[in-house]
């Protein structure tokens, strides 16, 4: 009598899981099918504020000092380790399009020269973007080799 009880709270609980895992399939079908849950970046409202990096594992290099971006209406502002650059700023199907970008030319280190480098390339190189709650994800290069992870600083993220 155990063995059929044992069967049958097994049982149940399978049964309980498939239908959470239909329910959560079909509860999730409106969002972008990513794994992450992350979604596509639809404007320059979503990126309004300041972002800072927090996740460099896919760069072309360790960070050696803090990389920031501001957007601040249609313009870019990016602190990149060495010297900060700025330039025009719109976002096409999830796409940063950063308009030519000005620097500073402040002499660094050559690590932070390096940063610099690689952080403007990414800025010119039309990024695809995704954002996934307070994160923004920046992906750039021969088939997205490189990524870069931020967080939105001070604040919330904009309702969509």
């Keep these: 009598m155990s063995g059929i009880r044992t069967v049958v709270v097994v049982g149940t ?6 239908a959470a ?16 849950g992350s979604v596509p ?9 300041s972002w800072v990096a927090v996740n460099d594992t896919t760069t072309p290099a360790p960070l050696e000092e803090t990389v920031r971006l501001v957007v601040d209406g249609a313009t ?19 796409v ?32 695809r973007l995704e954002l996934s709650g307070p994160y923004l994800a920046l992906h750039w290069g021969e088939r997205e080799r490189w990524w870069l992870g931020l967080e939105r600083e001070g604040g919330t993220p904009p309702s969509r």
Excluded: F, K
């Design 13 to 18: 609980v399978v049964a309980v899981a498939a």
């Design 96 to 127: 940063l399009m950063a308009g030519p970008l000005a620097s500073t030319r402040m002499a660094c280190e050559p690590a932070l020269m390096d940063q610099e480098r690689w952080v403007t390339e990414m800025l010119s190189g039309h990024p």
């Design 21 to 36: 895992a239909v329910a959560a399939s079909l509860l999730g079908a409106s969002g972008d099918g990513s794994a992450n």
């Design 41 to 49: 970046v639809e404007g320059l409202d979503d990126l309004q504020g």
């Design 76 to 94: 870019l502002r990016a602190e990149t380790g060495c010297n900060s650059v700025h330039g025009t700023v719109a976002v096409e199907d999830s």
